[in-house]
């Protein structure tokens, strides 16, 4: 009992440094359409969750946070206005790398991860929000 307690307060600064980079590379989501903003939000609150409570349930709270973190908790829902704006954010993407004229390695990777990663916002269940 006494080990296992220790273990979970040892694994608490790795928590809390996850909870603030994925809500950094978040953050940043809101404003590069490259990065995820979803799920890193979701992903700091899991680790928040675990890392600093305080802080989990400030972003809970968090007005346009809030709600995405518990539809994804109540239902492993994404809103379909959320949905739509990752595809549409991650297609400019692969349509600006073309333009760019980067590799088709570069280009074929990139849209290999755009697949998979619009695959899995797609099959998850669409809430009401």
Do not use: D, N
């Amino acid at each position: 009992m006494l080990a296992e307690g220790y273990g979970h307060r040892m694994a608490r600064p790795f928590w809390y440094l996850l909870g603030v980079v994925a809500l950094a590379i978040g953050i940043l989501g809101i404003f590069l359409p490259i990065l995820p903003t979803t799920p890193l939000i979701i992903l700091a609150a899991f680790a928040f969750g675990k890392g600093s409570p305080r802080i989990a349930a400030a972003l809970e709270a968090h007005q346009v946070f809030g709600p995405i973190i518990a539809e994804w908790r109540r239902l492993g829902a994404i809103a379909p206005k959320f949905k739509a704006a990752a595809i549409v954010m991650m297609a400019a993407v692969l349509v600006f790398s073309i333009v760019m004229g980067f590799s088709k390695l570069v280009i074929g990777v990139q849209a290999l991860c755009i697949a998979g990663a619009a695959a899995f916002i797609l099959t998850r269940p669409s809430s009401g929000s």
